[in-house]
């Protein structure tokens, strides 16, 4: 489960921004319903099933995203021999000078196995400049490692707890680490099995789909390989009000005639060689004819925009709400109708498992529809220095029956577009 996750010193981002997950004490609105109690043995708060992201274009959601998305890629990769002698693809905030030569910081608190772990680091282009780890089991801290890297000797300084297990395999962890790759990285790498529901974390518990990502299918169709999954798949895109009667994955192995003719011959020649003996699916859709009931079949490609995107999304949405997993989604209402978008918002929060959402979207109609508390609600925009800032609705104290929806398309809590009037004098 998620706490909370800040990032500072990244592409639109200066200074540090934090997103929390943990209920506020003001609000009592659906607290049954959009809130859980987290379950750990130390004192935390109850945690948000959902928070919901709003700003005008290039307000630094995506950023958001992929800052913990780059994160998570660097705790499960960074210490793989195919990253030896490649520069970390962080990028600072340019527009100061500072920043320019500055690190980024990215930092998250998370819930697994009933153990609260706050992990973070600070790096450049060139190396991880500083990383830590801290524990809360039975309710105590325990900083299980630090690492500083020291300028002057060019070297990192590592400090361990005695509460961190390992023993000599620690000092052969850190000798292994390359400037480029986390500590954590090379002892998950190297399977330290304290460390391992921190992995898991990262690599099972956290699913991250970005705006590009939302149509891609793959993902729904292995799903529906398995018949009981094909039924919760079918019964999960009806409950939309699609009737669809069947769906059937067609396989077979990759074959270059499936490529569009009018495709350049390097690049044909280039997937062709990436994609030789591999088995490629395509979804069918069965729906009834009106009048005699006979089955009717459909390609993928003859279904709306709105049924694909729901497809491609149900595998994922019915995956983390079984696994209780946490998704991140980058703009939500990407080819999904705004009714679509309450339901899946909905849906997740009537389950009695502890999944979690936080995605970005310019749905307001979320906000009118009693869907959210007002801890839920967060807004993007860029300061004077054209740096995001990330700020909650709580912010403005906003009452018990406020129409959230008007007072932001007005401009009351920021995070809109600001529009310059245009001069057509002299056009056409």
């Known amino acids: 489960m998620l706490i909370q996750f800040s990032v500072e010193n990244y592409r639109s981002i200066l200074g540090r921004q934090t997103l929390n997950m943990a209920t506020s004490n003001y609000f009592k609105e659906l607290e049954q319903i959009n809130t859980f109690d987290a379950g750990a043995v130390e004192q935390v708060p109850r945690l948000l099933r959902s928070n919901v992201i709003y700003g005008p274009n290039a307000s630094g959601k995506s950023t958001l995203v992929n800052a913990l998305d780059f994160m998570r890629d660097r705790v499960i990769n960074s210490a793989k021999e195919s990253q030896a002698n490649e520069e970390i693809e962080v990028t600072p905030f340019k527009l100061t000078g500072a920043s320019r030569a500055g690190d980024s910081e990215f930092e998250v608190a998370f819930l697994e196995a009933g153990v609260r772990y706050q992990y973070g680091f600070r790096c450049n282009r060139q190396r991880f400049t500083e990383e830590w780890l801290f524990a809360y089991p039975e309710g105590r801290t325990q900083k299980w490692f630090q690492r500083v890297y020291d300028p002057e000797s060019g070297k990192d300084d590592y400090r361990f ?246 007072g932001y398309l007005n401009g009351r809590y920021g995070g809109i577009p600001f529009l310059k009037d245009l001069d057509f004098h002299g056009i056409g």
């Open 161 to 406: 707890s005695t509460s961190f297990q390992g023993g000599r395999r620690r000092q052969d962890w850190k000798a292994d680490t390359r400037p480029n790759a986390l500590f954590l990285s090379k002892a998950l790498q190297s399977n330290s099995e304290q460390l391992k529901p921190v992995l898991n974390w990262f690599q099972q518990r956290l699913r991250i789909i970005k705006a590009h990502q939302i149509l891609v299918p793959a993902f729904t169709m292995n799903r529906c390989r398995d018949e009981a999954d094909k039924r919760r798949v079918l019964e999960f895109m009806n409950s939309a009000d699609l009737s669809i009667a069947d769906i059937r994955i067609d396989t077979q192995v990759f074959s270059p005639e499936v490529l569009p003719k009018e495709m350049p011959p390097a690049l044909r020649d280039e997937i062709s060689q990436q994609m030789a003996g591999k088995e490629i699916m395509q979804a069918k859709f069965t729906h009834e004819d009106v009048e005699t009931h006979e089955p009717i079949e459909f390609d993928q490609e003859e279904e709306s925009d709105g049924t694909r995107a729901l497809f491609a999304f149900s595998g994922p949405w019915l995956d983390v709400i079984e696994e209780e997993r946490v998704l991140v989604v980058d703009e939500l209402d990407t080819s999904l109708h705004p009714l679509i978008v309450h339901y899946l918002v909905r849906l997740l929060h009537h389950q009695d498992r502890k999944a979690q959402l936080v995605f970005t979207t310019h749905d307001t109609t979320l906000l009118s529809q009693k869907i959210l508390r007002r801890d839920q609600i967060w807004f993007m925009e860029k300061d004077d220095k054209n740096a995001t800032q990330l700020y909650p609705l709580s912010d403005y104290s906003p009452r018990d029956n406020e129409a959230i929806e008007r």
